[in-house]
């Protein structure tokens, strides 16, 4: 099939269904196992950069490709990639066109959330293993076919909830689960408390030079360009982004949910609203969701807070230092609680005394693990799994669905559909522009 009816191929809506699989065909992972994985990044603005960084310090990978719809992204990239002594890499703008190229392992996603479960489908459809930034979904359909693809396939499918790989956080979970530090664990809270401040007002505008805005767009509507929907404050804009608790909230919902030892809720409920600003931002910037689980036969809680603006400290979490920000989480059981900071520390507080219990500071290497798992194809190693990550993406969805409708969700973890209310049920897909659709059948 020539370049041009293979354009015209995909612009149809048959096309799009048949994207997967059109000249991605399913290869082995092209290294030997102690060889080098030749990777490619997608997505080179913003967290981009700690992926292209994070694949330099290792000696068995080389950075094979670079994508990214805007041409401004690569220089400061190729700057690094040269410094380090490493090979030049090939330079794409289109995902698919990388796709295609065989000698590529791997690819690392860190593109707008609502291009993540797409590529993701697509790169295990072409036979590549993903690193995938979180959450790995915009809507909780699209990340259970992203799990079916991973399997299906037989790929290495790694979320960037960067905790899972941390010391610490995982010596948490050990003293938690299997030694009972602090007893029965009834209720986990996620601390997001962010200084975020007002992205103002700006008009539509002219596409900048060097930007494939239609690629940039790629599933999500047809709308003029602006750049308060463009470079990082996407995160606020429903049709690209899933606001903070979608943001840095992630991390700390995968690690309450974790820590709770639960995968999807019974009931669900968010109140919120976007408070002090009057600007672009249409997602909230102060929520709090409350996730009812079935445990057991026991009923526990998960309760997941996001403030935009000036908080107190909790839990001894960022208490001392110079930031403003409060990110963490804190587990309630019957003989005490934990406190987890940031990616890599925790501490208990044990009796009535709070008398100070075992504690841990050290972090982790989540791309590492990815690496690992790559070369030994033993998915027991895998600290990430993407099944993982869209259990926690799909608590993010839940409470932002239940916020957007104003009202509390019955959810069964059984059907995965959200119970008497036709509406909301109908949020936990969204529609696509063609010919960028997740595929019914991956």
Known sequence: MTDIKRRDFIKTTAGAAALGTLGFNVTKYAASPNGTVRVAVVGLHGQGKAHTS???????????????????????HLKSIEA???????????????????EIDAVSIATPNHWHSLMGVWACQAGKDVYLEKPCSQSYWEGRKLVEAARKYNRIVQHGTNSRSGVAIR???QKMQQEGVIGDIYMSRGLCFKWRDTIGKKPDGPVPDGVDYDLWLGPAPKRPFNPNRFHYNWHWNWDYGNGDIGNQGIHEMDIARWGLGVTLPTKVHSMGGHFMFDDDQVTPNTMVSTFEFDKDGKKVILVFEVRHWMTNHEAGISEGGRDSNTIGNIFYGSKGYLAIEGYGQYKTFLGREQQPGPEKKAAGNNWANFIQVVKSRKREEQNADIEEGHLSSALVHLANISYRTGRSLNFDPKTEQIIGDKEANAMLRRNYRAPFVVPEKV
């Open 54 to 76: 994070s694949y330099l310090k290792m000696q068995d990978v080389e950075i094979a490709a670079l994508c990214d719809v805007d041409d401004a992204q690569f220089a400061g």
């Open 171 to 173: 010596e948490a979970m």
């Open 84 to 102: 380090a002594g490493k090979p030049k890499p090939k330079i794409f703008k289109d995902i698919r066109k990388l796709l295609e190229d065989k």
